[in-house]
């Protein structure tokens, strides 16, 4: 049998015991005690050998319902789409799943390299000068992007769409909250940020605007009247953005976005279970030296021969403290090589099919559930996801789904009180006409 691991034999527990000075495990914890001691048994069941516990273990795993047995309509931030199968391969390579920090750019440029392709491949999707070698997830992204606007502007209050995803708002309260700062939603107005609400909102005091692109109802915003409302108050301009979706959609750089945040789980990241993630942060010139995380840059050697370095690093633990942007102290190199990964076997034409592929399956599937006699909650232009209004609560449909092996979208009534029995649905690449005419049908009878 291989073993995963060694374990400890008595041999070993007796020399341990030997070097440290005492005679048995119980001496080992004589200071605590013994009315808090356990001396009991513990409620757990006796251990088995390998073989009949990875039986077990793949047993109770097969219970769950998972993108392999089930077809899944569910995204709200977290997105089934197509990984090419180069990504596992790559990312296998020891050298790189072992990498930590390339500290010493001298023994760690294969790792640099990738991270830099990574920023350059960002900049390109979302129009932006600079980008960082990645963050912790989207919502961390957004977050560290309200507290730059902040510093740079020295304001305390910022405005975010009632329309940007739910728990990355919660993370933006969270961050703000240490750093006293106010964050107000501005309402939506048939799944897209209020203008007029938003022209009354702004002011002089607002340090950004934060919006959604496209935004967690899958509706596309208006970025250019919106920055035009936003930079008349000299207000920093804060797009988080799904950067598959700007295969096919005008990048927010070219809309005058400050700075633009968000997620590549898109590309080459797998569903999990909530994480990890890979989140991108890209800025303007202006912003360069404010950048949260690690930045990579390209330079030359003493012979003139490409490299690659950490550069322009502008947190805590590389300059004075008072004088940080951000305490964030890691990125995700491995998913952010597996997205880099991902799109490069795409490439520039691949990336643009695969968006254009998500809008037209998610209107030919839009199409029927209005066919059906469903009523489309926010009418307008959208990616890959639109608002369905149902008959019966969202959770009851979804446990219904489950039996006939899909996996339902999700209930907006979590988060919005004016939204219950409505269901966000996620059509990606990934869905065939045949799955999608399915779940249509299935859902016939729950219509409102």
């Known amino acids: ?150 510093g740079q502007t020295k304001r305390k209050k910022v405005l975010i769409s009632s329309a940007v995803h739910p728990e990355s708002k919660e993370v933006v309260k969270t961050y703000a909250k240490g750093q006293y700062i106010d964050v107000i939603e501005v309402p939506h107005k048939d799944g897209v940020t209020d203008v007029d609400a938003l022209k009354e909102m702004i002011d002089d005091e607002i340090a950004a605007v934060i919006i959604q692109y496209p935004n967690f109802f899958g509706r596309i915003e208006p970025l250019k009247e919106l920055e035009e409302i936003i930079h008349a108050e000299k207000a920093m301009f804060v797009v988080s953005s799904n950067p598959l979706a700007l295969g096919a959609l005008t990048p927010p750089g070219k809309f005058g976005a400050d700075i633009v945040a968000g997620d590549a789980q898109v590309f080459g990241i797998p569903t999990g279970f909530g994480g990890p993630h890979c989140g991108y942060f890209a800025v303007t010139n202006k912003l360069m030296r404010k950048v949260p995380g690690r930045l990579v840059g390209q330079t030359v050697d003493e012979e003139g021969r490409r ?36 799109m490069t076997a795409l490439g520039k034409k691949g990336v643009k099919e695969m968006a254009l592929s998500n809008i037209q399956k998610a209107h030919y599937a839009k199409q029927l559930f209005k066919a059906k006699g469903f009523e489309i909650a926010f009418e307008g232009p959208s990616f890959n996801e639109f608002v369905i209004k149902l008959n019966t609560p969202v959770k009851e449909v979804n446990m219904k789904l489950l039996e006939k092996n899909m996996i339902g979208g999700y209930d907006l009534g979590r988060d919005y009180s004016d939204l219950k029995n409505h269901m966000l649905v996620a059509v990606t690449e990934l869905r065939t006409k045949e799955e999608i005419d399915t779940f249509v049908n299935e859902m016939g009878d729950y219509h409102a």
């Open 307 to 342: 490299g690659f370095v950490l550069t322009l690093q502008a947190r805590e633990q590389h300059i004075r403290r008072d004088k940080a942007t951000s305490n964030i102290c890691s990125n995700q190199a491995l998913n952010a090589l597996a997205a880099s990964v991902a």
């Open 1 to 150: 049998m291989k073993h995963r691991y060694l374990p400890m034999t008595e041999t070993d527990k007796k020399e341990m015991l030997d070097t440290i000075g005492v005679n048995s495990i119980d001496e080992l914890f004589s200071d605590i005690p013994e009315s808090v001691r356990f001396n009991g048994e513990y409620q757990i069941k006796p251990a088995k050998t390998e073989t009949a516990l990875m039986k077990e273990l793949t047993l109770m795993a097969q219970k769950n319902a998972d993108l392999r047995s089930h077809t899944s309509f569910l995204g709200a931030g977290v997105y089934d789409h197509y990984m090419p199968i180069i990504v596992d391969h790559v990312l296998s390579r020891s050298e790189f799943y072992t990498a930590y920090t390339p500290y010493q750019p001298e023994i760690s440029q294969g790792e640099l390299q990738a991270i830099f392709e990574f920023q350059s491949m960002i900049c390109e999707l979302t129009g932006m000068d600079v980008a960082n070698s990645s963050m912790y997830d989207g919502g961390t992204a957004l977050a560290e992007a309200a507290m730059l606007s902040a």
